[in-house]
């Protein structure tokens, strides 16, 4: 028995829920589409909508890379850790992003659901890959709470950009 049983049901319906919001997410953004774009909200899109993806794409990663039948935790934490460091490294990216952007002005909100928790959760991810070398137990539960924080921000964002574009994009529009 390792470290990583158990956490097999956890992970399948994390990265399960995952899967089917990245789904999701592509259907709003079809239906999204048929609206006329202008070069600002191209930037906006770049800077909130693409990290909601990003987000579930790393939720179903994770899922995937501590669902796999290995024989240590070393390789594993090795994994998580390096997208946790890419994730650190993404939120700069998503700042930047939401700095050029000009079609929306930023709110306490985004920065929170956009900077400041993406950071924490990228952050505990790379952090318990460290401390998993002699803290195995504990680093998982980092993880999954790495992974939970994720989702629910990519819900939260994803829930957040269709409610702009429903109440507040369509009556500029029209």
Same mark, same amino acid.
């Given at each position: ?15 399960? /829920? ?44 994770? /899922?995937?890379? &501590? ?15 390096? &997208?946790?460091? @890419?994730?650190?490294?993404? &939120?700069?990216?998503? &700042? ?37 070398? @002699? ?40």
């Amino acid at each position: 028995m390792t470290v990583l049983d158990g956490w097999e049901n956890f992970y399948v319906i994390v990265g399960s /829920s995952a899967g089917a919001l990245i789904g999701l997410q592509f259907v709003v953004i079809t239906l999204i589409a048929a609206r006329p774009i202008t070069r600002g909200t191209a930037q906006a899109g770049g800077a909130f909508a693409t990290p909601s993806v990003v987000h579930f794409a790393v939720v179903l990663l994770l /899922s995937a890379i &501590v669902s796999a039948p290995w024989g240590e935790i070393t390789i594993v934490a090795g994994l998580w850790g390096f &997208v946790g460091l @890419s994730g650190i490294a993404y &939120v700069v990216v998503v &700042v930047r992003r939401m700095r050029r952007q000009s079609a929306y002005r930023l709110v306490f909100e985004d920065w929170l659901f956009h900077v400041v928790l993406p950071l924490a959760a990228y952050t505990v991810l790379a952090i318990s890959a460290y401390a998993a070398l @002699s803290y195995a137990t504990p680093a998982l539960f980092l993880v999954g709470t790495a992974a939970l924080v994720l989702l629910l921000i990519g819900i939260h964002n994803a829930w957040d950009a269709v409610t702009y574009q429903i109440f507040v994009r369509a009556r500029q529009d029209g």
